[in-house]
């Protein structure tokens, strides 16, 4: 078995050609949020994962293997509710008034500009039916928020911005 104990976050600091040839482990959320699971990776390996406690792996994740080689993590599509706003019944906003809700549930909820995603639940479907939000059962990726203080899916900013530093968007991080 294929020991793996330590993981690499997006693949930081490796060269792209690398991680694009690397084998791949494609989980779904319930896999990554574990710390220890077994797995078979794109070349038929059987792989033992042993992360610290509490560590959850993202897809796009890079995982290093004891034997030196490299898996890159595939978030597996899987059953979700895509939840989306009603254009003739509503705004928008009902979105941020869904996952206020949801969030007061504690329900695991991956946000995205455009629509919402939880995991299946026939009680919250009907919630948010009543709240005039289109709820539909799909096969996606999911990839839930990390929490306030659980390191955030992007990048975090729960530290003083005194180095300068790059994230592919454009938008100003000064904090007066």
């Not at 869904?98 to 995603?117: C, F, M, S, T, W």
Request: glycine share 10%.
């Amino acid at each position: 078995m294929l020991q793996v104990s330590k993981r690499i976050p997006q693949g930081q600091g490796l060269a792209r050609a690398l991680v694009n040839r690397a084998a791949t482990l494609t989980l779904d959320w319930d896999q990554r949020q574990k710390s220890r699971f077994d797995a078979t990776d794109s070349q038929g390996r059987h792989v033992g994962v042993f992360l610290p406690r509490g560590t959850v792996v993202r897809g796009g994740d890079v995982l290093l293997a004891q034997d030196g080689s490299f898996l890159r993590v595939v978030a597996a599509p899987q059953q979700v509710l895509r939840i989306t706003a009603c254009q003739a019944h509503g705004s928008p906003f009902d979105l941020t008034r869904a996952a206020y809700h949801l969030g007061n549930r504690h329900v695991p909820i991956e946000l995205q500009p455009d629509h919402l995603k939880i995991e299946p639940d026939h009680v919250l479907a009907d919630m948010l039916r009543q709240m005039h939000l289109i709820v539909r059962e799909v096969e996606e990726p999911f990839e839930p928020e990390a929490g306030a203080y659980g390191g955030h899916h992007g990048h975090g900013h729960g530290h003083a911005h005194d180095h300068e530093h790059h994230h592919g968007h454009d938008h100003d991080h000064s904090h007066g």
